[in-house]
């Protein structure tokens, strides 16, 4: 009987795209997520015939990477919309319109 080997790549890609991600809101939520739900599906079809399948301990190693990774996205994520749903807009407005004049002076003086 041949014995499938379980592909980590893409679980790994995904996994580390989620965490290039991070920096833009959590929005790496999304390929983290995906990557967990694959390694989760794959792990499950090795419950069923574990001797049909190869390489068990790196599928494993990979839902873990992709869960830690979603659970960094998820908290991210999490901070982003506590911070922008109690941010004072009329703060944020001055600072933007601060920082533009600075940039304006800036480019007067050259």
Known sequence: MERNYLKTTPIYVLSILGLMC???????????????????????????????????????????????????????????IYSIATTDWNVMTEQIQEIQRGIEAGQNEV
Do not use: Q, R, W
């Open 22 to 80: 991070c920096c833009f809101a959590g929005l790496g939520v999304i390929p983290a997520g995906i990557a967990f739900y694959m390694a989760h599906n794959s792990l499950k079809d090795v419950e069923l015939n574990p001797e049909n399948y190869d390489n068990i301990e790196g599928m494993n190693t990979a839902k873990t990477i992709a869960m830690i990774i979603l659970i960094i996205n998820g908290i991210f994520l999490l901070y982003c």
